[in-house]
C-alpha cells in the first residue's frame, strides 16, 4: 500500500519559520492532489493549503500570504514552508494525498500521514 511519512514539525518562537516535508512511498502509479491538514487541541481538523497535480493551488484564508505549499513529483514529496508563524498554527499537522495505486488510476485512494507537532510559543 502507501505510507507517508511527515518532518520537519518543531518549536519556534512567534515569527519564525518552519518547513515541513511529507514524502509518499509504496505502490504508486500516480500522485493526484497533495495537501496539509491541522488539528489544534479541542478543534476539528481543517484545510491549510493543497497543490493538485495540475499545480492548481488554495490555501485557506487564516495562512494565506504567509504559508507557501509545493511538491515535487519525482520523489512524491510534498512541502509546506510556513513563515510568520503565530500562537494560532499551533497543531497537529497530517499530510494527506490522492493517490492512483494501480495502472491507469483504476484503483485510487486518499491516504493520510500519522501528523508532525507544530509549536508556536514564546
Known amino acids: 500500500q502507501v505510507q507517508l511519512v511527515e518532518s520537519g514539525g518543531g518549536l519556534v518562537q512567534p515569527g519564525g519559520s518552519l518547513r515541513l516535508s511529507c514524502t509518499a512511498s509504496?505502490?504508486?502509479?500516480?500522485?493526484?492532489?497533495l495537501g496539509w491538514y491541522r488539528q489544534a487541541p479541542g478543534k476539528e481538523r481543517e484545510f491549510v493549503a493543497v497543490?493538485?497535480?495540475?499545480?492548481?493551488?488554495h490555501y485557506s484564508d487564516s495562512v494565506k500570504g504567509r504559508f507557501t505549499i509545493s511538491r515535487d513529483n519525482t520523489n512524491n514529496t510534498v512541502y509546506l514552508q510556513m513563515n510568520s508563524l503565530k500562537p494560532e498554527d499551533t497543531a497537529l499537522y497530517y499530510c494527506?494525498?490522492?493517490?492512483?495505486?494501480?495502472?491507469?488510476?483504476?484503483?485510487?485512494?486518499?491516504?493520510w500521514g500519522q501528523g508532525t507537532q507544530v509549536t508556536v510559543s514564546s
Open positions: 509504496g505502490t504508486i502509479w500516480s500522485a493526484n492532489s
Open positions: 497543490n493538485t497535480a495540475s499545480g492548481t493551488i
Open positions: 494527506n494525498a490522492d493517490i492512483c495505486t494501480s495502472e491507469w488510476c483504476r484503483e485510487r485512494a486518499d491516504y
